[in-house]
């Protein structure tokens, strides 16, 4: 049932290839795409490449309002489309030897070998064109922010003298792939050569939405064996070319520095200045001490986040591609920045931020970064309250209301059924909150910004909600769940549920931290009062939470009785088909069990995991994780193997057949999640961290570290599970169940 | 709670005005749009008008296939919205008095006087400028259909000498007000001018769809008093231009004749030589002659379909207005055509055909016109019926699809919960197979074209339903009724019902004009297995039927409680909350009782009218239509005449403040269905035609005529009901229940 489509070779650290994919190059790029935070691209070859490819270049950060386009427009749409947009192109390196261009599309190359190093962060590829073999590497800088570092070097093979041209450029005539009319984005400023190298400056068009346009700065410069040429500036491009005479026994060094600075950080019109400065400072390091910083800075970020297992290369190698792309994407440097759907791998889906970073990465990067990390990705949205609190008012409701995606907090995706329904969104923010509280008993940030994102949400809640007479009940209706694959449903089970958590945790917030600032008495009563009459579809006979009101009223075939032709399901049925179907992208009671997981008795989760799973189709990249922690949960060893394997190498075997528009980056947490939180069975309920691993039939063993409130803990599992506090103070914790005050290391048979 | 706004006076037979509406001007061109069913235009003046206006000129069946704009394309999703286009603008005549241009907006204008007389087809606009006084007249003949004339008359009143001179233009440099991008859909392949006057001949621009690209030609010529002093050619414009010598008591003419041929009768090569013929011919008529015509042809339509309503100006005129409207867009002369949303007034909805025709149109014309133009409307459905299964197919379902709106046959809208959803649209081609067959009492169609259109939906419900296992019920799941105030809901009683009709209508059907070509018995034995197990949701304790499964849990405050301030709900709410509200657009259950009201009781329909009926804002125009029929049938008079008032003139009125978009074309049957199958309660339950008038209290009387099975009929109510047989044999009906042989005339009080 599962079609992958596994391209890369299986190596414990590194992605792997030899062979150009001439088919599926987009999926190739896609995969070896990098990344520093601040900036980053697909895995575009620098040298010509005249075959199907998808080139793109992204600036965290830097995006456009494309105005939404609708049928009929309805009050309350959202104006615009926010797009992360693909910025100027400034990879490129077209080489010549002997005048013949090097195209990697269609020139005659041989010994074709590419290889991502996730352990240092540096893409390197290599191919011999014409007598000449020519290796190419390339980082963005994790130690200098705005720099990108494109290295050549040319080893002549056939004993022949090659002359060797590079024509080095930036280039702003780019376009997003998916714009509405193939409209350019970018207008250019300034570009000009100079005499350490070229640049250009651009700016996005104006918009009629009073977002801010974006100037971003782009120069060049080089080091090397190389001696420049030519210089030429183009209507939209700038260009250095060099030239070297490449001879046997003397490889050639060819180092394109590029830097980019943008009007986020910079007074445009300082962008050019700032740019001759750091081309003087970064002048004065060799590319050598570039990587070596490089290196060591991955290095330091691997000490904590590594998941080390034992006995499974392929799933060894997919949980630390998914590091290290999610840790490319975002390592909490700049608190404006949030986690996007595609990272810098891509531009489908628009938008920077989704509510799967509260419900998915915080709690990684509670365990792998420093608590400021997860603090930051809470700022974000508490600097985003008023333009909540505008969304919430575009409906009509009081409150908040946080976005489905946004940039700026205004909501900014195009799909009514989205943006007006799937409001539990609104319900993860709350509860990111709760999880950080709870994770490291720092209560100081619910007691100020907390309470105040917690307060109106919890009004956005008690007017969103409705008395049905009939039923003296309070009701959601009109609600899409985690499940996409159904819209316009009532009372979804895990809506209501959240919804009503969400009163009850702010009401009990406020008791321990009261705001009389902010709120009075009659409110929370009010709230209270919808906490005891919500509504919960539930199920006597089947013993299970219902996904909605008229779920069990469906065609409920399981998944597996499906002529698997049918799947997946978004590619081969109709949008009507699908949402007639009882057919679950991804987890939604479950979800709900899986959040509120000490609420529920096992035999009921078995029962509603038994219900649900059959009915899963895992389209969406975020689901098999939740399925993996809560089948470890029930013991259910095999299925959470199964599900594992599914988020872990969700990108690497291609298994949604979308992986080509680039990578699923915030379901990259899915497979550590799956790891710690389900293999090991991670808790911290009530503030209690406690585990109770188990080991894959498969394996032989795995370890992982984690932070934990001031101390750096590692479990290692084998046929024992050991738990060793690496550093600071003793700790009470559970394992199997049982208390254990941790003072150095603790051993105990799996299983307990 | 109405907000009404009404700038036209009240009269019989006109609609008229002494005032330039500055401040509401496309609201004031709406309503003296003008058409003959080929072309049609918005009463733009054709002098030159500075201020806000919606300039627009449609010729029918002439449209663009504009690129589907959604957030994320699913499969399934129409490839393009089809678009009335705004085509060249023909109607333009610049008046110079003394060199000083005449602008409606801008000039000292007095003695204003707009009149649109309904009883002839005569647009006549007067006014002093300069000193003189110019009479504009203009007509669509109905003669001669590809000929539209604007003549100008002009007078001293001041006693001075004037120069007068008159610019005349065809103008191919237009653009639609709702294209996406501001983007013009021709391009000019000609232009030129000639001795009899310019021409120019426009093609639309190319699409990526295969759909048929358009060309259109029009030329002028001219005759008067006039001499030609200049004629040009400019980009996408022709001129030519005439002065004249104005003396008292003296008056002149200028008469601008404008000829409109398209590809969709002329091959794209002829098209100006067929220009160059036409205009020949129409110069051997006089103004006067085509005038006459123009006024005989339009006696022609009235003799039939007037209605006379004594005592109630407001209500004579509003009546009128829309059957002339309604007439102007569509009296049955070409099958390729259907009667479109905004007909020749707008541009509004895209599209030309909706279910409004089966459901609303159908019923007035076969009663007003000859057989063959209902019949030419449900020919227009047999043809498209390949498309119609292309469109089920296109959701992964068996049988046929009639499209939302459409132009060929292919669905062309571009909301999924339209065009996935709202699928009752199919019943309704079903219903108007009946409706004719049981009114004509004409089966040939229903035997031959009828069946093959019948199975196909049939075999479309029979795929839809699923089979719902723990309710032993089949069901229908993820609709839009008739209510598009609600979207994917579950089990719409109308849909099932209708959907349970059409399977029973054709099974029914099938057994008298068997088609073993077509269709084996299992077929059928499945399809009355689904009628069988058919669900229907109830309300066993408010004795209704239920609207959709979740609809009693909503809050169902009655429309009355709300704040007159909300409305009209569409302009003032949210989506999300007109979604979420208990609001009704238009008849939904009651549309059912309506369609079926053979099949219930009186105490069954006042019940389901008093529940649903306060919950309706009748947002759609059509929906008063439907509510006057029920209320009158009921007894409630108050109710029948209060919603006849909104439907007679909701333009004239303005109800639904959206009338300066152009006029509710497909809704003008309704003041129709209101007086005949409401006030008269005209009815032909097993093809047994039947009266049971009343006289609302502010009327003195009403007459109206049917054709009815080759009989014409005259209906008076008064104090006594008087029918009359005009023409054609005797014929039994019923009169209040009382069976009577009509030869010549009968009479009887009111209420029997």
């Known amino acids: 049932m599962k079609q992958i489509k596994r391209i890369m070779g299986i190596d414990p650290w590194k992605i792997t290839s030899n062979q150009i994919e001439k088919e599926d190059r987009r999926l190739q790029e896609s995969l070896t795409s990098i990344g520093n935070g601040y900036m980053g691209m697909r895995g575009n070859f620098s040298e010509t490449y005249s075959g199907d490819s998808h080139q793109g270049t992204y600036i965290a950060g830097v995006w456009f309002p494309d105005k939404t386009r609708v049928g009929w427009w309805k009050n309350g749409y959202p104006e615009y489309f926010g797009k992360a947009i693909n910025a100027l192109n400034f990879a490129s390196v077209r080489v010549f030897i002997d005048n013949k261009e090097v195209d990697l599309a269609a020139s005659h190359v041989t010994d074709f070998n590419l290889s991502l190093d996730m352990e240092k962060g540096i893409l390197t590829y290599t191919y011999v064109a014409y007598g000449?073999?020519?290796?190419?590497?390339?980082?963005?800088?994790?130690?200098?922010?705005?720099?990108?570092?494109?290295?050549?070097?040319?080893?002549?093979?056939?004993?022949?003298?090659?002359?060797?041209?590079?024509?080095?450029?930036?280039?702003?005539?780019?376009?997003?792939?998916?714009?509405?009319?193939?409209?350019?984005?970018?207008?250019?400023?300034?570009?000009?050569?100079?005499?350490?190298?070229?640049f250009i400056v651009t700016e996005t068009i104006p918009n009629p939405f009073g977002v801010e346009q974006f100037t971003v700065a782009a120069k060049q410069s080089f080091a090397g064996d190389f001696t420049r040429v030519k210089q030429e500036t183009r209507e939209s491009s700038v260009l250095d070319v060099y030239e070297a005479k490449l001879v046997e026994n003397a490889p050639l060094t060819f180092i394109k520095n590029v830097l980019v600075v943008t009007s986020r950080d910079i007074e445009p019109s300082n962008l050019t200045k700032v740019l001759s400065n750091l081309t003087l400072e970064i002048s004065k390091k060799t590319y050598h001490e570039f990587y070596k910083e490089q290196e060591i800075a991955w290095k330091k970020r691997w000490e904590i986040a590594d998941v080390q297992i034992d006995g499974s290369a392929e799933a060894q190698q997919g949980i630390r591609f998914n590091l290290f792309q999610l840790f490319s994407t975002y390592y909490g440097e700049d608190e404006r920045l949030n986690i996007g759907p595609k990272g810098f791998t891509g531009e489908k889906y628009g938008g920077a931020t989704y509510w799967d970073t509260e419900a998915y990465a915080v709690p990684l990067y509670l365990a792998l970064s420093d608590e400021k990390v997860a603090k930051n990705l809470l700022k974000y949205r508490h600097n985003q309250l008023p333009q909540a609190q505008h969304n919430a008012r575009q409906q009509g409701l009081k409150g908040a209301l946080y976005p489905m995606v946004t940039f700026t907090g205004v909501e900014c995706h195009n799909e009514w059924e989205i943006t007006f329904e799937e409001i539990h969104r609104n319900g993860a923010m709350a509860y990111a909150i709760y999880n950080y509280s709870n994770y490291t008993g720092d209560e100081t940030y619910l007691a100020h910004e907390g309470l105040e994102i917690l307060i109106e949400i919890a009004r956005f809640w008690a007017d969103r909600v409705h008395y049905s007479k009939r039923n003296d009940k309070y009701m959601i209706h009109g609600v899409t769940g985690p499940n996409e694959y159904e819209n316009n449903i009532n009372n979804n089970w895990y809506t209501n549920k959240l919804a009503a958590w969400v009163l009850t945790y702010t009401a009990e917030s406020l008791a321990k931290y009261p705001r009389p600032d902010l709120i009075e008495g009659a409110e929370t009563a009010h709230w209270s009062e919808i906490v005891d009459k919500m509504y919960y579809p539930e199920d006597e006979e089947l013993g299970i939470f219902v996904q909605h009101d008229g779920y069990l009223d469906k065609d409920l075939t399981p998944v597996a009785q499906l002529d698997p032709k049918n799947l997946p399901l978004n590619q081969n049925w109709s949008w009507d088909r699908v949402l007639r179907s009882p057919y679950i992208k991804q987890a939604d009671v479950l979800q709900g069990i899986y959040f509120f997981g000490n609420q529920f008795s096992l035999a009921e989760k078995q029962r509603n995991f038994d219900f649900?799973?059959?009915?899963?189709?895992?389209?969406?990249?975020?689901?098999?994780?939740?399925?993996?922690?809560?089948?470890?949960?029930?013991?259910?060893?095999?299925?959470?193997?199964?599900?594992?394997?599914?988020?872990?190498?969700?990108?690497?075997?291609?298994?949604?057949?979308?992986?080509?528009?680039?990578?699923?980056?915030?379901?990259?947490t899915g497979s550590w999640l799956a790891i710690v939180h389900g293999f090991a069975q991670l808790k911290t309920w009530d503030g209690k961290l406690s585990f109770a691993p188990f080991l894959p039939s498969d394996w032989t063993g795995y370890t992982f570290h984690i932070n934990y409130r001031g101390r750096l803990l590692k479990i290692e599992v084998t046929e024992n599970v050991t738990v060793s506090l690496l550093s600071g103070e003793a700790l009470n914790l559970e394992v199997y169940g049982q208390s254990v005050e941790l003072t150095s290391s603790y051993t105990v048979k799996v299983g307990g």
Chains 1, 2 share one sequence.
């Open 132 to 198: 000449v073999r020519v290796t190419a590497e390339r980082f963005f800088s994790i130690a200098q922010q705005e720099l990108a570092v494109f290295a050549f070097m040319f080893e002549s093979l056939d004993g022949e003298i090659h002359q060797i041209r590079t024509a080095s450029i930036i280039d702003a005539n780019v376009r997003n792939e998916d714009s509405n009319y193939d409209e350019k984005f970018w207008t250019v400023k300034n570009l000009d050569n100079t005499a350490t190298g070229s």
């Open 612 to 668: 649900y799973e059959p009915l899963t189709v895992h389209e969406s990249s975020l689901s098999p994780s939740i399925h993996a922690i809560l089948a470890a949960e029930l013991g259910m060893e095999d299925k959470a193997v199964e599900m594992y394997e599914r988020t872990a190498r969700l990108d690497l075997d291609n298994y949604n057949n979308d992986t080509e528009d680039g990578l699923h980056i915030t379901s990259m």
